[in-house]
C-alpha cells in the first residue's frame, strides 16, 4: 500500500475479507457417501490379478490406492517409482511435491501399501503384478501410472476411477471420482479405526476438515489399510 503496510494485514480488509468467508462459507458437497463394499465386492471378482488384461489390472490398482490410502487423485498421480521404498513389508512412497494441502512446515503423509490377509483386495499384490506387466512398457517413464504408450494424465486417472464406479453400480451422477475419499475415510472410522490414524494417513493436522466434509454416514449398505477392506 502507498504507507508501506501489507494489504494482507491491513485490519480493514482482514475484516472484509472474513466477512465475505462468513457469508459464503463452503459446505461439504456430500450429506452421505456409498459403502466401500459395493466396489470392494466388484473388485473382488478381478482375480486372480494374473488373468486380467492390462487396463483391468491398472483399473483395479488405482482404485485400490485410493481406498487404502485416503488420499486424493491428485496425490496418487504424483506416485513416482524414484521415490519408491521397496521392504519385505510391502511399499512405501514419498510424496515431494506440494499437495492441495501443503503449507509452512506441513509434511507430506508418506503412502504405505502393506499387505491383506485376502489376496483378491490385497493392494501389495495388485502392485506387484502391476509393475511386473508395465516394466516392458515404461522405457523412460517414472511416474508410477503409464499408458500403453505414453504417461497417463490425471484426467485419464479420474476417467479409470469413474469407469470402475460405474461398472460397481454406483451412480456417478451423485457421486464423483473425488468420492472415494470420502468413502474411505468414512469406513476406516466405521471400523473403530483411532482418529489419529486417519488423520496422519489422510494428511491432516486436524479433526476439522475429516468431521465436517468427509465423515459422511454411509448408503445402505489394525491398520488403515486393513480397516477399510475388512468393513462388512
Known sequence: MDDGSIVGKNPLISRLLKGIFQSRAPNPKYTEVWDVQIVLSYLK??????????????????????????????????????????????????????????????????????????????????????????????????KLFISYVKEVSRDTLTRWVSQVMIQAGLDVSEFSPHSTRAASVSSANRASLKLDDILKTAGWSSEFCFAKYYNKPIVAASSFANAVLSIK
Open 45 to 142: 471378482t478381478s482375480h486372480p490379478v494374473d488373468s486380467l488384461s492390462l487396463k483391468d489390472l491398472s483399473f483395479k490398482f488405482r482404485l485400490l490406492l485410493l481406498l487404502v490410502s485416503g488420499q486424493r487423485g491428485q496425490a496418487i498421480h504424483m506416485l513416482d517409482l524414484n521415490d519408491m521404498i521397496v521392504s519385505d513389508n510391502g511399499f512405501t512412497f514419498v510424496i515431494v511435491n506440494d499437495l492441495k494441502q501443503s503449507r509452512p512446515v506441513y509434511q507430506n503423509p508418506q503412502l504405505k501399501l502393506v499387505p491383506f490377509e485376502d489376496s483378491s483386495p490385497c493392494v501389495v499384490t495388485t502392485c506387484k503384478k502391476y509393475l511386473k506387466r508395465t516394466k516392458s512398457l515404461r522405457g523412460n517413464q517414472s
